[in-house]
Structure formats: structure tokens, C-alpha cells
């Protein structure tokens, strides 16, 4: 890494003072499929109030009750209406379509996008790159009036939905552009125990994020292992 | 991480069984700017044979002798002969021309690219997009006859050359497409005390782990740290 790390300003508060976020309420798009299950239910268990969205309310429902700790579940539209932080989670595939659809619904809220553009062919795995970039910055392309951030993308399901697994060893890179966003996300990863969310950039560098996810699949094929991230010296 | 983690095929050897590369000299090219010389550095004080190469042989000569424990300095082709692993460690800027120029130098080594292809501007640091999708995958298709790999992307220059520092705390993401050539380089890597070498793909999943720095600079600034990357569960 060349002179990335020379001396910068000093920040003007400390990074690790972030915001009580325990009272907002969480919707979860995407959220009977594996990622967003296993993030619902590791929030639920940390005691937030969570929702998780699906096209068709029943499946949400039967989810929900499923995952037990309180999570209700709902169509998505409603699921992003009743919510305060909304963390979409759905296939790429169904990526702008979905937002699309929500535009309204999702106005004014703090939007999280965990979602991995990738294809996968007979040797593994490879990055999607969106038009727009990042599957981030296609959901602030068509999301303008709401407040989109990135995180959660590092995640192993298998580990967030196993309740044997108390404690998840990974920390939560979080990307945005307005920084009381970010840290409003940072701190939701932090109520997860064993994760943290630190500020990893802006929108635009969200992209090698998303698809670094590739790389741990090679990674958890080669160890066997559920592989996740910690950021050193922080 | 959808479906990312499901069981996989058994590898048919132990992963962490990797080469005694002791023997082996180390060419660094690039080896008199920060990143080269602090690999220079943290290499020769593992004990491992490195000869750092510049464009000019006195300029490498003098590095050299500045970093001590027996490094060599050379012009860059002399390095790149004399070496049985030859690290790139030049600027994005002359990566292309530098290693059209040493194609026949090169030829049979095992090179190891840790070129991170980033730009600059008021808002920080952000990825660049090589034709050929990444800096390693330029390096594959101009040194057909050598066997590229890429590693080495996420250290801090700061702390590899502070002679202070005994252990660097980070894992080193290695990338190839021959699983030897790539634990020679995990070997290398783990030379060093604190590091790991990490198998982490082919290298058409080397974009993204070079443009990582992007997001590490962004670390670094926010919390004022010299930021690297651990692999958890492996």
C-alpha cells in the first residue's frame, strides 16, 4: 500500500462513538432467503425489533414465526413503510426490480444494501459489475430519496442462522456517504455479539466489497471453513 | 454470503502443508519505493536471499545497503534473473511498460504482482479498472511464460519498514491459478512473523482484492491506523 497511510487530519470525534440504535426498528427485503434470515434473526436475538419482507406476506409470516425473538413478517412494501433501517438483501437478480418497485415505500429511510452481485461457472465464482458500479450504487441510483449505505456482504449464513453459534467473529465494513449513516449502521452491527461495523469508504469503492465475497468462497472451499474478515489495527 | 458456504468437495491435502521456500531468492521489482522496500525489508529479516531491482542498478545498490541483512540491489532485469520469485512491486503507472520491457527476464519465474491499481482524488482514493480486469491479469497476459500469481496487497508500507514493528498483524491473500505457485507464495508470506498466506482465488478475482486498498485508506483516515485484513475461521 503505497503513502495510503500517511498522516491524515484527525477526525473530529471519535470513530467508535456511535449512535443508541436498540429503539429502531429493522426490515429485512429478501428476508426468507439465507442471508437475510440469518441477519434477522441475529438481530432479533440481540434484542431489535425486526420485520422481514417478502413478495408474498404469507411466506414472510411463516418465516418470521420460525425465527421466533419477535420478528414479524410482511409483504415488503409494508415491511419497508414500518421500518427505520431497511437492509435489502434479496438476490441480485431481483436487485433493481424490487427497489424499483419499493421507490415510495422506502423514501426517506436509511437503506443497507448487503447484496453480492457475483456468477458463478464451473471454476467458482466471479464478480458482477453493475452498470452503476456496485449493487449499492444501483440502489442509490434508483432510490434518490433515500439514505443508502453498504454493509453485511462478508457474512456466513450458515453461521448467523445456527443458534449453537453465540458469538460471530467478523467485523462489519460499512460504506456511505453521510457519515451519521454509516455510524447508525455500524453501530446495528456492533449489537451482534462478536461483530463490528467500521467505516470502509464511500459508495463508490463499494464494489471490491460486494464482490470480495468471491474470494471467501474460494477461501471456504480450499479450508473448509465459514470465512469472514477482521480489519487489523482498529 | 448466499449458498457461498455450503459444503464443499475435501481437499486432498491439508491447506496450511505448504514448500520450505528458504532457500529461495527473492527479486523485488520496485524494491526502492515503500511497499518494495518494506517486502524487502520484512523478507530479508526473515532470513530469505532478496535482491531489489530499479530501473537504475546504483539506485538499488544504495537501498540496499540502506535495508541491510544482506539484501542486494540490481538493475531490474539483473534482479529478475538472479530471482527464483520475483515480486512486482512498481507503480500502476509503469506496471505494463516494466514488465513488457523484462518479458524474457522473467520467463520461467514465479511473479508475484502486488500492484494495487487506485486513483486519487479530493474525495480519497478509488479503484481503476485494468482492461485486462486487474493489475495481475495485465502481468498473465504480458508474461506468458512465467507463472503469475498476486499477493501482498493490503500491508502497510509504514509498518513493514519500521524496524520497531516485530510482527506484522494481517493475512496475505494469495491468488493463481496453480495451486504450487501459490503455496510458494503463502509460504513466503508466512515467513514473515504475524502473517499468514491465504489462498483466496483465481486471478480473475484479483480486482477486487487489489482495489480493497481503497477501502483500507478510507480505514486508515477515519481511524487513524495503519489497517490490514485477518481471515476469520481459517
Known amino acids: 500500500m503505497n503513502s495510503t497511510d500517511a498522516a ?9 462513538e456511535l449512535p443508541d440504535v436498540s429503539g429502531l426498528v ?7 432467503g439465507d442471508q437475510g434470515r440469518g441477519l434477522a434473526y441475529r438481530l432479533a436475538r440481540a434484542g431489535q425489533k425486526v420485520i422481514i419482507g417478502s413478495r408474498a406476506a404469507e411466506r414472510a409470516e411463516t418465516a418470521a414465526r420460525e425465527l421466533g425473538h ?11 413503510r414500518r421500518s427505520d ?3 435489502v438483501a434479496v438476490p441480485w437478480d431481483g436487485h433493481a426490480a424490487t427497489l424499483t418497485a419499493l421507490r415510495d415505500d422506502l423514501a426517506g429511510k436509511l437503506v443497507v444494501d448487503c447484496v453480492n452481485p457475483l456468477g458463478f461457472d464451473k471454476k467458482g465464482a466471479y464478480a458482477l459489475k453493475p452498470e452503476e458500479g456496485s449493487a449499492a450504487e444501483q440502489a442509490a441510483a434508483l432510490l434518490p430519496e433515500s439514505r443508502v449505505t453498504a ?4 457474512l456466513s ?3 448467523l442462522q445456527d443458534p449453537a453459534v453465540e458469538k460471530i467473529d467478523t467485523d462489519v465494513m460499512v460504506l456511505g456517504e453521510v457519515r451519521a449513516d454509516c455510524e447508525t449502521v455500524q453501530a446495528l452491527a456492533a449489537r451482534i455479539p462478536g461483530m463490528r461495523g467500521v467505516f470502509a469508504g464511500r459508495l463508490r469503492n463499494a464494489h471490491q466489497v460486494e464482490s470480495l465475497v468471491a474470494n471467501l468462497i474460494s477461501v471456504n472451499r480450499r479450508y473448509k471453513a465459514h470465512a469472514g474478515l477482521r480489519i487489523t489495527d482498529v
Do not use: R
Not at 419477535?70 to 419497508?80: F, L, R, Y
Not at 454493509?151 to 462478508?154: D, I, N, T, Y
Open 8 to 16: 491524515q487530519k484527525a477526525p473530529a470525534k471519535d470513530p467508535w
Open 26 to 32: 429493522v426490515g429485512v427485503l429478501g428476508g426468507t
Open 70 to 80: 419477535g420478528v414479524e413478517g410482511a409483504a415488503n412494501a409494508e415491511c419497508a
Open 85 to 87: 433501517i431497511v437492509i
Open 151 to 154: 454493509a453485511f456482504h462478508h
Open 157 to 159: 449464513a450458515v453461521l
